[in-house]
């Protein structure tokens, strides 16, 4: 046996070391800024009780529970709010009168997601889309599929989810408009869209409750990621029209190792594009959650090339809003125009909740 001098019992002892720490796990001390972002009714609404979405989300995780059901728990206030007329129950019927909802989520930590659209009867779609993911091996349910496996899920299936607020609404709306509500091929005009308008400009509907939507994403202190969109959709829409909420993607993308997005606004102009995936893809490419928004609305932008989608500038004539965090917990919420005071988004963090301005790419308003 050779002799062990001091010379080679330190290298035997170093060598020994180090493959104790190549063999060992590494660990991660990771630290990020807890934080839930939202559309400005998950500061407003709060269902006769005295804590708002964003409010009752944050608070959840940072006692510990799961971030996705701690988001779906705050999007559940808004759901079920029946003052919100662009969610749940109460938000605006399609064209015939029948409220369908949409709603997705997304689960970063666990690379899962589930959604479901044309949802009829149930007032918290969040829930049943939290369903197909955890029960399912889909990520999105559509119509009388989605509403029979609520049901076999246990969900409470309603006749109607109209209230009689959205219901007078609705006959407003009917008596301003051709009931087919299709565009015409040849000059692809805007009737229904323009009694919409009207009745915005006459003070009956808020613009925010024309498009509608909640979209709610949260980043845990450990850096857990996770998202939901639920919404009523466009108001009055041709029945069977979805729009972007429950489209991975579009409506929401959460990456758990890079952060989320989600969006609320013209559907159609952000599933062009696909616009909330671009969004973490930026993040993910090292830019700010501001930046990475800004990219996304100029996208959009540019790919508004219909006249009729044009307002006298020669800009999009609507509008769309994304809320954005990354999992350190910076976040943005940005949009297209945000043209008054009420052009806010929601944010709750250790200084509590509260409303921002959202960020805008363009100046004035979308119908200036």
């Known amino acids: 046996m050779p002799k062990l001098n001091r010379r080679n019992f330190l290298l035997s002892t170093?060598?020994?070391?180090?493959?104790?720490?190549?063999?060992?796990?590494?660990?991660?001390?990771?630290?990020?800024?807890?934080?839930?972002?939202?559309?400005?009714?998950g500061f407003t609404m709060l269902n006769g009780g005295d804590k708002s979405?964003?409010?009752?989300?944050?608070?959840?995780?940072?006692?510990?529970?799961?971030?996705?059901?701690?988001?779906?728990?705050?999007?559940?206030i808004v759901e079920l709010d029946p003052e919100d007329a662009s969610?749940?129950?109460?938000?605006?019927?399609?064209?015939?009168?029948?409220?369908?909802?949409d709603a997705c989520?997304?689960?970063?930590?666990?690379?899962?997601?589930?959604?479901?659209?044309?949802?009829?009867?149930?007032?918290?779609?969040?829930n049943v889309a939290r369903a197909v993911m955890d029960?399912?091996?889909?990520?999105?349910?559509?119509?009388?599929?989605?509403?029979?496996?609520?049901?076999?899920?246990?969900?409470?299936?309603?006749?109607?989810?109209?209230?009689?607020?959205?219901?007078?609404?609705?006959?407003?709306w009917k008596r301003r408009i051709d009931p087919e509500h299709y565009l015409d091929p040849e000059t692809r005009s805007q009737a229904a869209h323009d009694a919409g308008i009207s009745m915005i400009d006459d003070g009956i509907i808020d613009e925010q409750e024309y498009y509608g939507t909640i979209n709610c994403n949260g980043v845990s202190p450990s850096g857990e990621v996770c998202g939901v969109t639920t919404t009523s959709g466009l108001a009055w829409k041709i029945p069977g029209r979805v729009g972007d909420s429950p489209i991975l993607g579009a409506g929401l993308y959460v990456d758990g190792d890079i952060g989320a997005a989600g969006s609320t606004g013209r559907g159609e102009a952000n599933l062009f594009g696909l616009c909330s995936y671009l969004i973490v893809e930026e993040m993910r490419r090292g830019r700010s959650p501001?930046?990475?928004?800004?990219?996304?609305?100029?996208?959009?932008?540019?790919?508004?090339?219909?006249?009729?989608?044009?307002?006298?500038?020669?800009?999009p004539n609507f509008n769309v809003n994304f809320y954005i965090a990354n999992k350190a917990g910076d976040y943005a919420g940005v949009a297209l125009y945000a043209p008054s005071e009420r052009s806010t988004f929601a944010v709750c963090d250790e200084g509590?909740?509260?409303?921002?301005?959202?960020?805008?790419?363009?100046?004035?308003?979308?119908r200036d």
């Open 352 to 366: 509590g909740p509260r409303v921002e301005p959202l960020e805008a790419l363009l100046p004035g308003g979308p």
């Open 53 to 76: 979405c964003v409010q009752t989300a944050f608070e959840k995780i940072v006692a510990g529970e799961d971030v996705l059901d701690s988001l779906i728990a705050g999007v559940n």
């Open 105 to 126: 989520c997304m689960h970063g930590p666990k690379k899962q997601a589930g959604g479901v659209a044309s949802l009829e009867g149930v007032r918290t779609p969040s």
């Open 290 to 315: 501001k930046d990475a928004g800004m990219e996304a609305l100029k996208r959009i932008r540019d790919n508004t090339i219909e006249k009729r989608l044009k307002n006298s500038r020669g800009l």
């Open 87 to 101: 969610v749940g129950y109460g938000g605006r019927p399609n064209a015939d009168g029948v409220v369908q909802l």
């Open 14 to 41: 170093a060598a020994a070391s180090l493959a104790t720490t190549a063999a060992a796990p590494a660990v991660h001390a990771r630290s990020s800024k807890p934080v839930v972002v939202s559309s400005r009714n």
């Open 135 to 172: 029960f399912t091996d889909h990520h999105l349910l559509v119509g009388p599929g989605a509403q029979n496996f609520a049901r076999q899920m246990g969900y409470e299936i309603e006749d109607d989810l109209n209230t009689d607020r959205s219901r007078r609404m609705w006959l407003d």
